[in-house]
Structures are given as C-alpha cells and as structure tokens.
C-alpha cells in the first residue's frame, strides 16, 4: 500500500501566550489528543551520559512546583484539551511518578473514562549512578476517553498482528530515543517515534487529525504524518518549533520516509496488512 503523507502540518507558535488560551481559541474538535506535559521533574538530578556525570534538568518549563500548583496546571490543560475533543475522541498522557498520578485524577474530575495506563518498560534505560534504589525503566501513558458513554476507536486486530497475533498487553518494550531521530537537533524530553507510531495506529484511523498541546519536536506530527493522520501541534518554546518545522521538511523527501518507516517495526508490519 502506498501510504499518504498528509501535507498538512500546522504548527501554532505561541511563544509568549500559553498553551491553555491558545486551545480555547481553535474552533476545532480532534480525534485524538497525545499530550507529553511537563513532569515537573528538573530540580537539579545528575545521570550519566557517555561517561560522563551530567545534570539532567531540562528546562524552566519543566522546574518543580507544588502539588497544588501542578494538580493546577494538569486540570487547566485537560480540560480545555476535552472542548477540542471529539465526543467519540481518546487522549494519551505521558508521565512519570511525578505527574501522572496528578494527571490520572484530573482525568477523572473532568469526566473522561481511563481506558489503560500503559508502561513502557524502556529496552535500554540509563544506569542509576547513586546505585540507592532501583533504576528508572519505565514511563506511563495513560489512555482515556473523553465520554464514558459514547464508544472509541480502537484497532484492536492491528495491535495483535503487531505483537506475533497475540493480544497486545498494556506494557510496551520499547526503547528510549535513538541517534537518527535527532537528525534536526535536540529537545531535552523527546518521545521515540515507535512510541507514536503505535498510539496513533491504535487509536486513529487513516486521515484523522491529531493534536499535540507540548509538542516539542513534534514525535506526534511526524508519527502522523508517516501513517497518513493529519497533526496540529502547539508548543511555547520557539526553538523546538523550529525543530519541528525542520522534521517535517525533510519528510518532503521520500527516501527519508522510507527509511524511516523501514526503521519502525510496527509501520512495517501495518504496510505488510495494508499490501
Ligand atoms: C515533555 S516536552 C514534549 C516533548 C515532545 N513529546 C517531543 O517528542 O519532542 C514538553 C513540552 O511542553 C512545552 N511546554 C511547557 N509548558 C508549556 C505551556 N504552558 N504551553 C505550551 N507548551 C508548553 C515545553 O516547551 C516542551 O517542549
């Protein structure tokens, strides 16, 4: 099958206003929403990269703030992201321990129905150098639907022909970002494309539209645009806007298309249905 790379990516720059009065003013409803919030985690941790002992803090957008002020901040965005929702519409939330228990419980106040919280158990996780507890391997995503009583979509026979045609579990092996998806520079907090990839063929159908309310580099849009969905991603910080822009230029050239999906183990499986 030949897939469709949607020409559309539209990336709002919003450098100065924030996510949440952006989102009031689209008069839009998706059809499914991937967010990767801040975790409000940088408060000055060390790791080791190459050797080398280096802070891992990512940004002030990411510094820590009070469990009210995040429980604050998780509410505003959920539920504006619920206006542009269709009502048959799912959203994904990533997280670690730092949020995601915040998130979970915003999810419910608002009304949404949590459908799974997914562990992506990471292949290839960075060593813990304080050798105190147990090293850090996973992140959440939580999926949930914007109405309890109204049915979603999900492609049920897809994820089982992804995982050798047994029933997909709610933990994905996964591994972390690799070196060819920084092709266009580095953001501090970037989600591998095979983790996007499988969200949107689980949730989406062809030609869909996709929002991404912190989409950084824009994994979500590129994801999309690989599979043939259609992506509008917001974000506050200009250089990652400018990272997104570039990753999608080069999806005009279709020899790194090809290479991308051929990297992507679940976009190669899919293209084998869709033939
Ligand atoms: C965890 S990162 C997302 C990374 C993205 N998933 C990727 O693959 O590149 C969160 C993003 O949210 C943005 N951000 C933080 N606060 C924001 C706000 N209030 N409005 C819009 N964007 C915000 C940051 O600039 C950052 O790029």
Not at 84 to 105: C, E
Not at 112 to 117: G, H, P, R, S
Not at 186 to 205: G, N, V, W
Not at 246 to 272: A, M, P, T, W
Request: proline fraction near 4%; hydrophobic fraction near 35%; charged fraction near 25%.
């Amino acid at each position: 099958m030949n897939l469709i790379i949607s020409q559309i990516i539209e990336i709002l720059h919003c450098c100065k206003v924030i996510v949440f009065s952006l989102l009031s003013e689209i008069d839009f409803q998706f059809d499914t929403i991937f967010a990767d919030p801040p975790y409000f985690l940088s408060n000055g941790g060390i790791s080791v990269q190459s050797g080398k002992v280096v802070c891992v803090d990512k940004g002030d957008w990411d510094k820590g703030i009070s469990s009210e002020e995040m429980n604050v901040f998780n509410k505003t965005w959920l539920s504006l992201c619920r206006q542009n929702l269709k009502d048959n519409g799912t959203i994904w939330s990533s997280g670690t321990y730092h949020n995601i228990f915040s998130v979970a419980n915003c999810l419910t106040e608002l009304g949404y129905k949590i459908l799974n919280v997914i562990t992506w158990a990471k292949t290839n996780p960075p060593p813990n150098i304080s050798c105190r507890y147990f090293t850090h391997s996973t992140e959440f995503v939580i999926w949930a639907r914007k109405n309890p009583d109204v049915p979603h979509y999900f492609d049920y026979q897809l994820m089982k022909k992804l995982n050798d045609n047994k029933q997909m579990t709610d933990v994905w092996r996964l591994p972390a970002i690799a070196k060819w998806e920084k092709s266009c520079g580095k953001h501090p907090t970037q989600k591998p494309l095979a983790l996007l990839t499988r969200i949107i063929l689980a949730s989406t159908k062809p030609n869909e539209w996709v929002l991404d309310p912190f989409c950084g580099s824009s994994t979500t849009g590129i994801a999309a645009n690989l599979i043939g969905r259609k992506y509008l991603g917001i974000d506050k910080q200009t250089q990652f806007l400018e990272i997104s822009k570039n990753r999608r230029e080069e999806l005009n050239s279709q020899k790194r298309v090809d290479l991308y999906r051929s990297k992507l183990k679940d976009i190669v499986k899919f293209s084998q249905r869709e033939e």
